[in-house]
């Protein structure tokens, strides 16, 4: 591995090295390379760019408590700190769970009858808050109720469930604001705009941060995510903690700036001089009949993309609003090519153009 870029240091038969002595809030090209008897490999090169070094993890929660006790379920909430993009949870010392910002979280499936030690924690790209025990009439600890009693009727009236903690609106990849597409993704992914609040790096702020989105949930391989304006994109693998900061290859397709991911993270448009290269894109026509020679149709919604018409396998969702060469019509769905596989859209959300059949 280089360090300070100037040799090669061999560090043994290890998976990971630690850099020291770096300067704050600076750009680095890390590499790394395979060796053996025979010789080396190819270097690998990630990116990253050092913090500011200044202490800015979020402050501690506060007004922790417990309530709406169960015999299977108990929920905590709590005050927002500050500087803090998100907060975890802990019931008993299984393990910590990040639950995104917000300020209560249900605890489920729990055993009736046992005491549990509910805490929180606020976190950011700089770290981790003090943790803080959730209070329970002025206890840190929040027993169960026994469970209830079942009747020859039914136990439902009895067990009545704690209302729904609210959630996140399914599909929300579908309500993204009009300057955001994203593509090809399945269900179970999510997303959201984010802004400078969330991102929290003076570095990335400092160079102009025109958009940002955070994607979530069931990130799958070759996820495309598009920006109505120019610029240059980076990402902030969420595989990390603190988040690791990487350059993210762009491209324009229909005027945007696009890129690919495979993983959860926020991926942020920032300022550039240069506009990214035009897309080659993938979208060929596939040889067609007669009969749908010059038909193309163009999605006016994000719509799924299947193995087969009408209710085959969903194979992603398609945000593209460009016109796609159509090759054949059946059950009201149109057979296009898209990252590059044939598959079928309904025509329930496209407008046509040419022959298109009846």
Known sequence: ???SFEEWIDVGNVASYTFTNLTALREYALQVRAKNANGVSNFVTSRATTLDGTNKVPANPSDVLVSRVRHNSLTITWTKSSLATSY?????GIEWIDVGDVASYTFTGLLPNMVYLPQVRAKNAYGLSLTVSALFNGSPSARTSPAPARSSRSSRDDDKSPPPTPTRVKDSLNHLPPGIQ???WVEGAQGRRVGFDAISRADL?????????DLYGYITPSVEICFAAHGRL??????????RL????????????????????TVILLQSD?????????QAAPTQPPSMSDCKVQPWANVKFRQSPPRGLVLGVTGSRDWLPASEQRHGYFKVRLWGREGWISGDYVYLRGDCGA
């Open 234 to 243: 980076v990402f902030l693998d969420a595989a990390y903690a603190p988040r």
């Open 88 to 92: 975890e949870v802990i019931r008993a």
């Open 246 to 265: 990487l350059e993210l290859s762009s491209y324009q397709r229909a005027g945007m700036t696009c890129g690919i991911i495979d993983r959860g993270g």
């Open 274 to 282: 240069s506009p990214p290269p035009v897309s080659q894109s993938s």
């Open 205 to 213: 702020i400092a160079q102009g941060i025109i958009d940002a989105a």
């Open 182 to 184: 994203v593509s090809n």
């Open 1 to 3: 591995m280089p360090q």
